[in-house]
């Protein structure tokens, strides 16, 4: 059996069993969000706002990947699913681009300095020529669905986090920034809804068991390690935080971190590690990891979806 031959399952090729659909957005950027847009928590504020530097990276390059595995898909509902998972992350990469660029710029951020790891690592070691080396033909193939893989192990993560956000943060609520905040729950829940196809695009090209773990394995730390440099990067450019916490090497940064997430403001280093550890079952299904209803109930009245309904709708009136 080739290495893109169909996956002998008992499951169809794909388990998404809701409407799945690339929704625009707009976002009011006019109004200047403040940078410490979760109140009393500057830490926090800065570790999400990082997450969308390697959101713009990550989620082009998923794009990437995906729309290189399209000819091999041989399954018309797998199909459907992949080409709305790649509009909906192109969708979710401009969203937090001109956030970025609207809103984070304002106060000083080095944007080319924080997208660098990230850029390393998508644009550069897992390119099709990786670090520039043309691999041979015989691992084209193979090449590509380790990457696919590692969207999916990545796809584990931001499914588990949108719940984790949805469930527990309530950001605004808590009196957080109302456009910072529905950006990244919107976001969170679209993560929600696409859970499924990452998964169920691995296994379709005959994705194993321990190429899933081996891979998995490699991506917890390397999504702690990104996660907390990138945070600490834009604590060092804010006056107002405490020196300690803007280094790793601190223990302040980490007490910061454990700090929020035991308030639920965001996921913590221990949460991460313990949310890969259902990803290591034989029988893993992301299926169960999370909420659909969960998720179309915050998309149904996202500020920044309804806004993007009526410009559309003004549009066509207009027309």
Known sequence: MGIFSKA????????????????????????????????????????????????????????????KALPHIHD??????????????????????????????????????????????????????????????????????????????AEHFTAGIGHYVLCNSHWEARGADPVVSDLFTWHSAEEVEHRTVAHDLYMHLGGNYSRRILIMAAVVPILIYLMAEGTAKLAQVDPDMPKDQRNIRSPGFWKAWFNADKEHRLPGPLWLVTKSLSYFKPNYDPFYEASTELALNYINQSPGVLAAQRSVKATEVKA
């Not at 659909?21 to 403040?34: A, E, G, I």
């Open 8 to 67: 002998l399952v008992s499951k169809p090729a794909s388990t998404v069993t809701w409407p799945l659909f690339p929704r625009k957005v707009q976002f009011d950027w006019q109004q200047k969000s403040p940078f410490h847009w979760i109140p009393n928590d500057p830490f926090a504020s800065h570790a999400i706002n990082n997450f969308g530097f390697m959101l713009v990276r990550g989620e082009y390059f998923f794009c990437r990947i995906f729309n």
């Open 76 to 153: 018309e509902k797998l199909l459907t699913d992949v080409k709305t998972f790649i509009r909906q992350e192109a969708i979710h990469a401009q969203a937090h681009k001109e956030a970025i660029e609207q809103y984070l710029q304002n106060y000083g951020v080095d944007t080319a300095a924080n997208y660098a790891k990230a850029a390393q690592l998508f644009d550069k070691i897992l390119a099709d020529k990786p670090l520039g080396f043309t691999l041979p033909k015989v691992l084209h193939k193979e090449w590509l669905l380790l990457r696919v893989c590692m969207v999916a192990a």
